[in-house]
């Protein structure tokens, strides 16, 4: 199943700047949405998904859009995708507090819901935490397609997952002793456009 799991990728000194960040910025944080297919509009629904997010990176926002923007040819080339170049990058820093989850889905868009008329065609998600990590849960399962396997991937501290868009997935049930949102799975998810 293609995908690229890469330890270290900010390291501690930047990770723990961006967990300060995100951790001072909680007023800022809103529930998630999910855009159903043939749904005009996004829509809080908890049956589905249950999250908080949210979009402004500060000045987090250049240094993981270049990071980001010199993984993706070798990403291209490991994951058999012909190179595109990325018309827009679309980034989220998401917080999975006790009962978090996000039910099976896939991150392509297509018709009304692209940017610019582009599709999502990579995806990048960054984990970030406390340590010691005060919740457990929260693994990101990529689902093969045809007979594929399953694969799950930990949300371990400083590590970037990568994947193709077109891959289902999920993120399992979150439990979380503390009711702190400092104590949260944090992530932030990033999508190239092509």
């Not at 998600?125 to 457990?136: A, I, T």
């Not at 590590?159 to 799975?185: I, M, N, Q, W, Y």
């Amino acid at each position: 199943m293609p995908h690229r799991v890469s330890a270290s990728w900010l390291g501690d000194e930047q990770a723990d700047r961006l967990l300060a960040y995100v951790i001072e910025a909680q007023a800022c944080f809103r529930p998630t949405k999910v855009l159903f297919a043939n749904a005009s509009e996004a829509c809080i629904d908890e049956s589905a998904r249950r999250s908080l997010v949210m979009t402004d990176l500060g000045p987090y926002s250049e240094l993981l859009r270049d990071k980001v923007q010199a993984l993706q040819s070798d990403l291209e080339r490991e994951f058999g995708m012909g190179h595109v170049p990325t018309r827009e990058i679309e980034m989220e820093v998401v917080a999975h507090g006790d009962g978090g989850f996000y039910h099976l889905h896939i991150d392509t868009f297509a018709g009304t819901g692209a940017i610019n008329g582009a599709n999502r065609r990579l995806s990048l998600v960054y984990y970030f935490h406390r340590r010691p990590r005060l919740f457990s849960g929260g693994r990101l399962r990529l689902l093969g397609l045809g007979n594929a396997q399953t694969v799950a991937i930990e949300p371990a501290h400083d590590t970037l997952l990568a994947f193709p868009s077109f891959l289902p997935h999920e993120v399992e049930k979150v439990s979380c002793a503390g009711a702190s949102f400092a104590d949260s799975r944090f992530a932030v998810n990033i999508w190239l456009y092509g």
